[in-house]
């Protein structure tokens, strides 16, 4: 049964994949992109609810907001270091996070939310940004989360 799980959701993440290209070869501006990347990732994966970018604030150790789909969050610039986020804009790696409430280093933006998985953005090898999100389930990523995430981070690296 888990096998037939993992294989529908392989199935369903092919497909999703294909929005996402439609969405990246597009000629939208690059916000506009990505805001539309938050929106499907949001809508169609039923354990993403909350979808969101960060980036390098200028030459700052620190991450700004960016786009963004679920709910308002209070942590618009994150220190380096700082939360699940500002750790991998150190650790240049993909922190996945089963249950928050495990980790000391963690930043709430919403008590609903039960786990996070943040994936680093690379440009020309330097660390740039993370995709963000946070689910309401208790351990739901699995590596087509990962595989996904990463190729949706490996195409904005060429516009962005
Ligand atoms: N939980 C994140 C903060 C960002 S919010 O999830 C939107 C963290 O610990 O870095």
């Known amino acids: 049964m888990k096998t037939i799980k993992f ?10 994949q294909k929005r996402i290209d439609i969405i990246f070869n597009s000629k939208k501006a690059a ?14 994966v039923e354990h993403y609810n909350w979808v969101g970018f960060y980036f390098r604030n200028g030459n700052k150790e620190e991450l700004k907001l960016g786009s963004y789909v679920g709910a308002e969050t209070d942590h618009i610039i994150i220190p380096f270091g700082k939360g699940i986020c500002g750790q991998v804009a150190v650790s240049n790696e993909i922190f996945v996070v089963p249950d928050v409430s495990a980790q000391d280093n963690y930043l709430a933006c919403s008590l609903e939310t039960k786990s996070e998985i943040v994936v680093p953005i690379f440009k020309n090898g330097e660390n740039i940004g993370q995709i963000d999100i946070d689910s309401h389930k208790v351990d739901p990523f699995t590596q087509n989360d990962q595989d996904l995430l990463n190729y949706v981070c490996e195409r904005i690296s060429e516009f962005i």
Do not use: S
């Open 31 to 44: 916000d506009e992109k990505l805001q539309k990347i938050c929106q499907l990732l949001h809508d169609e």
């Open 7 to 16: 294989a529908f959701q392989l199935l369903k993440m092919e497909t999703l």
